[in-house]
């Protein structure tokens, strides 16, 4: 990536979103002993999907199956199972997102930032 396109992207990340989302999130998520492993969430209100690279598509709305929290100045979507629990969130109008995991194992980190960026339109995904 060019210093400029660096620039661009710090500059973006730093702004306050617009709109009422939804956001694509990009989050380095653990960092297991063979390196981290990305993965792309849709999150805005009441929607909490994640990107599925052997479909091409985003996946269901989580939300119809784990908690998701809707507030003014922060949106969370929570996948669970018997030993670990990954949370993802975003502030839009701080322009930020994270995620944290609790319970897991094998793990060189336990949370992190992720980027985010507008979805380029509701219903369609920001990756195409």
């Known amino acids: 990536m060019t ?5 661009m992207t710090a ?5 306050p979103l617009k709109g009422p989302g939804p956001w694509i999130l ?7 002993e063979d390196g981290a492993a990305a993965r792309v969430f849709r999150l805005g209100p009441q929607l ?5 690279q052997r479909d091409n598509k985003f996946g269901y709305n989580m939300c119809a199956s784990f908690p998701c929290v809707t507030r003014p100045d922060r949106f969370e979507g929570e996948i669970s199972s018997t030993t670990v629990i990954l949370t993802i969130a ?3 109008h701080a322009g930020t997102a994270s995620w944290r995991t609790q319970g ?4 060189k980190r336990n ?5 985010i960026k507008p979805d380029v339109a509701p219903g369609k995904s920001g990756l195409l």
């Open 11 to 15: 500059v973006l990340l730093a702004a």
């Open 48 to 52: 909490f999907q994640e990107w599925s």
């Open 90 to 92: 975003v502030d839009p």
């Open 26 to 32: 990009t989050c380095e998520v653990g960092g297991h």
């Open 3 to 7: 210093a400029m396109a660096l620039a």
């Open 104 to 107: 897991a194992a094998n793990l």
């Open 111 to 115: 949370s992190g930032p992720c980027s």
